[in-house]
């Protein structure tokens, strides 16, 4: 433990999402090593509020508008009592942390990117976050594509890749969603309902499987606005493939792995990632994988699940069917894939790395 660490954690909102579960995770573990953990939630809370840890010191700033003065004093009163030396912002909140840095400069910024497109990383406008980065003491990235970039495009040379990591949440039984469908035949897809996952090519592979197995359901686990454009495509391609009875959608979840506990194959069906949580959340909960091979996926899984070139509709669906026919086979993956993720992507391992990260600042 270093109580010379005080650390305030910056997300703009708590909704689900892998940005905003790390944001709460490095929170709760970074209780029992530094002198002060918090967290402050910039513009909305959801449902990851509830999985904060009661020892967390937790603040909503009610921010609403890009520079809110009165959001400002409020953090930067919470600062100044708890002595807050590192603004930890995850993703877009950096822009919040750096009004915090003009108005205090003795706060350092740790800017931690947990940018989704890697496999599109040429595209990333780099003018706003090079020009920004001149206030930031470090970067953490989720993987070495997005690590890379940081050293050519930022002017903050200070950056280090450190894994996303499981750690469970605290739950109450009563709030645990029970999956439709039939115990040993269900596959769930954690993932935010959002172009960038790309669920479209998960319900075209999958219908083709529910054609040789229509026992079998699909669980779409993740938040989603049902006036967008993308929710509704994704109601017509079910309706239009026959998938009324197979495919169900049921938003955020909380208590995730007791919800995933219920299923019988996780899968990542995106067409982009950094290094997904939800990889990591399948292992811990024992579920052997199917993904594509995008960002730091095949890293992750390596021979230890399926990996399928995104597009690729129909090996997908093979990927599938091979599992839904082995039983055997998806056990074997699940125990060495549950073993590698204990071994290299728990709490410990990052926090620590983390904390070393906050002391060389």
Known sequence: MSKSLRVLQIIDTLNAGGAERMAVQIA???VDKTGFSGLCCTREEGVLKDSLSHKVNYLFAKKNKIIDFSALKTVLR???KNEITILHAHSTSYIFAIQLKILKPSLKIVWHDHFGNSEFLEERNSFLPSLVSVFYSGIISVNKSLEA???HNL??????CINNFYSKDKCNSANVVKLKGYDEKRIVALANLRPQKDHGFLLSSFALVVK???DWTLHLLGSYNESSDYFNSLKILITSSGLENNVFIYGSVICVQEVLKQADIGVLSSKSEGLPLALIEYGMAGLPVITTNVGQCKDVVDQDGLVINHGDVNNFAKAFKTLIKDIEL????ANT???KINKHYTANISLTKICDFYITL
């Open 28 to 30: 709760n573990g970074l």
């Open 78 to 80: 919470f600062c100044k």
């Open 149 to 151: 970039w940081a050293k």
């Open 155 to 160: 002017y903050c040379k200070k950056v280090e």
């Open 212 to 214: 040789e197995f229509p």
């Open 330 to 333: 998806r056990k074997q993956l």
């Open 337 to 339: 894939y549950y073993i």
